[in-house]
């Protein structure tokens, strides 16, 4: 029987992975999207094998009368989206490389899954990781920019324990930018990780 998701049970299979594969059991922990939600888990639930974090895209989307159909049209975008030319896409995303989706994969019980973390009403507890938190800031046409209030109150959260965790943005860069812009991406995490400055472009928020 397959597991069904949840970012608590994700967060698990990765800290016994670092433990039985990482150098000293610990690991640098990049998150993305619904994978922020994981990195935090996985640095608050099991704090001995996170050394420090990089996240984009963390989001929690308020309750309201559509909540309960997000699934849905998560669901529907996919199939609309496989749709469209991928050269259309790419001019719309700043040359976003997004790849198709198996829509064999993508059954509306796992849209359910991924929505779940992004509409709790409780935020995450402070973890000990030293963390940047990153929010793409660019909108335009298609709306895909990170909410940077949301990133700024999980800074604040990390901040409760780690004074070196903050928040940044860069007003060029879509979600998900690591596709959009993927030299600067590595060069980000690296910068991070190696306690270097971070590139051009990035505002503390």
Request: charged content about 20%; proline content about 6%; overall charge negative.
């Amino acid at each position: 029987m397959i597991q069904p998701f949840s970012v608590s049970y994700a967060a698990r299979l990765i800290a016994i992975l670092i433990e039985n594969h990482a150098h000293n059991g610990r690991a640098h922990v990049v998150g993305l999207s619904l994978g922020a939600h994981v990195a935090v888990e996985l640095s608050s639930s099991h704090p001995e094998v996170v050394d420090d974090m990089f996240i984009s895209g963390f989001e929690i989307y308020n309750h309201n009368s559509l909540s309960p159909y997000v699934p849905h049209i998560l669901w529907t975008m996919q199939r609309i989206e496989n749709i469209v030319p991928r050269r259309l896409i790419r001019w719309l995303m700043d040359d976003a490389d997004l790849e198709k989706v198996d829509l064999s994969v993508c059954t509306l019980q796992l849209c359910q899954q991924i929505v779940d973390p992004m509409t709790e009403t409780e935020w995450p507890s402070p973890w000990r990781a030293r963390t940047l938190i990153v929010a793409a800031g660019k909108r335009g046409l298609i709306p895909s920019s990170d909410h940077l209030d949301d990133a700024k109150r999980l800074a604040q959260i990390g901040k409760e324990v780690n004074m070196s965790t903050f928040a940044v943005t860069h007003p060029d860069m879509r979600h998900p930018w690591n596709r959009q812009a993927p030299e600067l991406f590595a060069q980000t995490t690296l910068a991070w990780f190696d306690k270097k400055e971070l590139p051009h472009g990035f505002q503390f928020i």
